[in-house]
């Protein structure tokens, strides 16, 4: 069968399910109530947009890339000051293993109580949750380098900011390329979760607003804008990963 | 002998380090240089966790969070085995619902709790069924993967010596499932217990995830705190607990 023909089955499942969901509220109509309809999700997707939808996607968007930025890049300065000393790696090594197992998202409490209701406890939310991400696959990334590599880099007689930069840099850039779209997906969640649990703006508010109310629509709308959101995110972050990784690659 | 003084002194520092951070946060609150409203005080988070242990509160909730996890674990896993078969053997089911599960992947399952509490009502159901909608999908999509990485040779001499479909499953995928389901379990169950705590954060009356919100909309620092921690140790001693396992059951495994 030709490509054409699988995208016609895929869309054809997908139309199917959604006549199920709208005939399921023709159906029983108190079921509609609940479960939402895709007639009365479009209608308030439509009805978001015209009004401040865009303000709340903004808010969520600048949230989570700001967060995403600042953590990233204060996850790289920690990795390189850091991981380079041995004695330094060890010590902190069971501190990463504790951080790591850690649920994330569920922390967002503390940080609503420091910087209060709003953007700023949702912004260090993201900063924090993205830098302990990223660092702990940073700080793992550089307990993997081949011990081959660094001496012999050593052998051939590199200094210290030799070694950083022709060892640590590039491999520590590959881990970092590589957990990228795990931190845009934590980020945006992050964003939205501190918004949904104490938040003035943003899609996870029209969540809880959504949830207070009582309006399926709304959760199910303003939960479908962020997938959607996420998902153009990751692709645009698998291209950008196909094109710097491909030297890996063609290895 | 050298490296054992060093590990002896490195976990020195480490205790020390963990006794100086709490001696300074406490030096901090007592001289009233921070406030303890803003950032708690040790004393306190040590005495609502001695409360909290003394009077059963920690347990309990820490239980009814674990059992959510456990059950939503267990439903997840086993209908996402069974759908992940079903399109892992089927190749054109694969194809036919690959946008779907897509879909779903980049889905933010974890800030999607409310629908399930509108819904099922503030229950204990709608929190288990959060917790089977975060780690179903990724269960499918790995099992999937599974079926269709499973060794090439393999297969063609199972079906060489006769083996139809139901042959295949019995005696090669869903074998081959367990160790699919051992081997993420570390992952999975994070995930799972992820989801319960963030469901106790709308309209639950019980589990730890009630325990930090009800800190927060008391404004007591030191209650999240005590919160956090209890969230962090069951996390730890999940994960401990299922290293071992991981190591007992596939001890038989060539390393």
């Given at each position: 069968m030709t490509a054409l023909a699988w995208r016609l089955g895929q869309l054809s499942i997908f139309a199917l399910m959604v006549v199920a969901w709208e005939l399921i509220g023709l159906w029983r109509p108190i079921l509609a109530v609940e479960l939402s309809s895709p007639g009365l999700v479009i209608q308030e997707l439509r009805g978001m947009l015209d009004l401040d939808g865009w303000n709340h996607v903004w808010v969520t968007l600048s949230t989570a890339a700001f967060g995403c930025a600042v953590g990233t890049a204060m996850a790289c300065i920690a990795t390189l000051v850091l991981a380079s000393n041995r004695l330094l790696r060890n010590f902190l090594s069971p501190f990463i293993v504790i951080l790591n197992a850690v649920?994330?998202?569920?922390?967002?409490p503390l940080f609503i109580l420091w910087?209060?209701?709003?953007?700023r406890a949702g912004t260090a939310f993201v900063i924090a949750i993205i830098f302990f991400l990223v660092f702990v696959n940073l700080f793992t990334g550089v307990q993997t380098i081949d011990r081959l590599y660094l001496m012999n880099a050593r052998a051939l007689g590199g200094g210290k900011l030799w070694i950083l930069r022709e060892v640590y840099i590039p491999s520590v850039l590959a881990w970092l390329i590589a957990s990228l779209r795990n931190a845009v997906a934590l980020a945006l969640l992050g964003a939205a979760v501190a918004e949904l649990i104490a938040?003035?703006?943003?899609l996870g508010f029209l969540i809880a607003q959504g949830t207070n109310s009582g309006n399926s629509a709304e959760v199910i709308a303003a939960a479908l804008i962020l997938a959607l959101v996420t998902l153009l995110a990751n692709s645009v972050i698998s291209r950008v990963e196909r094109n710097l990784l491909a030297w890996q690659l063609s290895q | 002998v050298s490296a054992r003084i060093e590990r002896i002194v490195i976990v020195a520092g480490q205790l020390l380090a963990v006794v100086a951070m709490l001696f300074i946060w406490h030096a901090l609150v007592t001289t009233g240089t921070v406030n303890s409203f803003h950032i708690g005080s040790p004393v306190t988070t040590w005495e609502t966790l001695w409360t909290w242990l003394a009077d059963g509160t920690l347990l309990a909730n820490a239980w009814v969070t674990v059992l959510e996890a456990a059950i939503g674990w267990t439903v997840g896993i086993l209908v996402g085995t069974a759908i992940g078969m079903a399109i892992g053997m089927f190749r054109p089911l694969g194809i036919l619902t690959e946008p779907f599960f897509t879909f779903w992947n980049g889905f933010p399952r974890l800030a999607f709790f409310p629908f399930f509490t509108l819904v099922l009502g503030f229950t204990f159901t709608a929190r288990v069924v959060s917790v089977v909608f975060v780690i179903l999908f990724l269960v499918i999509t790995q099992t999937a993967s599974g079926v269709r990485q499973v060794d090439r040779v393999l297969l063609s001499n199972i079906k060489f010596l006769g083996a139809g479909r139901l042959e295949l499953l019995r005696e090669v995928y869903l074998p081959s499932s367990v160790t699919w389901v051992i081997t993420s379990a570390r992952f999975t169950v994070a995930f799972a217990l992820h989801a319960a705590i963030l469901a106790e954060?709308?309209?639950?009356?019980?589990g730890i995830g009630y325990l930090t919100i009800l800190g927060q909309q008391r404004f007591n620092v030191s209650m999240v705190w005590a919160a956090v921690i209890t969230v962090v140790a069951v996390a730890v001693i999940v994960d401990l607990a299922l290293v071992q396992a991981q190591r007992y059951l596939t001890r038989w495994a060539p390393v």
């Open positions: 649920p994330r998202v569920a922390l967002a910087f209060g209701i709003g953007i938040g003035t703006a943003g | 954060f709308i309209g639950a009356s019980s």
